[in-house]
């Protein structure tokens, strides 16, 4: 299957800095990029659609100057969590398709970045 | 609104059946996922329902009933490894995915 690449995996900050997570589709054109949310024992959360070289589509409650989603290419999209405050603290995994895969359903997922703000 | 519910926790044994139902209420259909996702981990492909019926795949069997606005993932011959929660999704007429909350699954020896 497609493979889909999210870095880092785990991030600590202090409370105010920036983190910048990155999501890579290894083997085929991402034309669109899903960012999802996961607090513990709770189902993931669409925070923002991207599609390449467009302007993200956030959802409803979700600032859009807050989680910064830029998707230059075909193969990368990064969120990044401005001023980030310990309640962002959360599990964020994104998720890549292509036409193809996305008239299939199936969606591929990158590993995931567990972000604690201290 | 668009709901989508499956039981919060169940338990099995090693080596025995156990199902886990879905039921949705979505504006719209266009299909059914089931996923796994293991602690701390993104969550993996299992299924796709988009007609009626059972789907089998090796251990793993997914039944779509859509007047009824359910499904069920089947496992049979569980396995430790298979300890993990499972999330039901829907598809709605927007394309857009609807996800539930999922079931975590213990199996016991």
């Known amino acids: 299957g497609a493979v889909v690449s999210q870095h880092p995996s785990r991030v600590i900050c202090k409370s105010g800095t920036s983190v910048k997570i990155e999501c890579r589709s290894l083997d085929f054109q991402a034309t669109t990029m899903f960012w999802y949310r996961q607090f513990p024992k709770q189902s993931l959360m669409l925070m923002a659609t991207?599609?390449?070289?467009?302007?993200?589509?956030?959802e409803q409650g979700v600032e859009k100057d807050k989680f910064l989603i830029n998707h230059a290419s075909l193969t990368l999209s990064t969120l990044t969590v401005t001023s980030a405050h310990p309640e962002d603290s959360s599990f964020y995994i994104c998720s890549a398709s292509d036409r193809v895969v996305y008239s299939t359903g199936e969606l591929f997922f990158g590993e995931g970045s567990r972000l604690t703000v201290l | 609104g668009q709901n989508i519910d499956q039981p919060t926790e169940m338990t099995a044994t090693e080596g025995a059946i156990v199902q886990i139902n879905c039921t949705y209420q979505t504006s719209g259909f266009n299909g059914l996922f089931w996923y796994q996702q293991h602690a701390g981990e993104a969550p993996t492909f299992l299924s796709y329902n988009v007609l009626d019926g059972l789907e089998e795949k090796g251990r793993f069997s997914s039944f779509l009933s859509r007047s009824k606005g359910y499904s069920y993932l089947l496992l049979k011959e569980l396995q430790m490894k298979d300890s993990a929660s499972y999330l039901c999704?829907?598809?709605?007429?927007?394309?857009?995915?609807?996800w539930g909350a999922g079931t975590k699954l213990i199996i016991k020896p």
């Open positions: 999704a829907v598809r709605d007429s927007n394309y857009q995915l609807i």
């Open positions: 991207s599609n390449e070289g467009s302007k993200a589509t956030y």
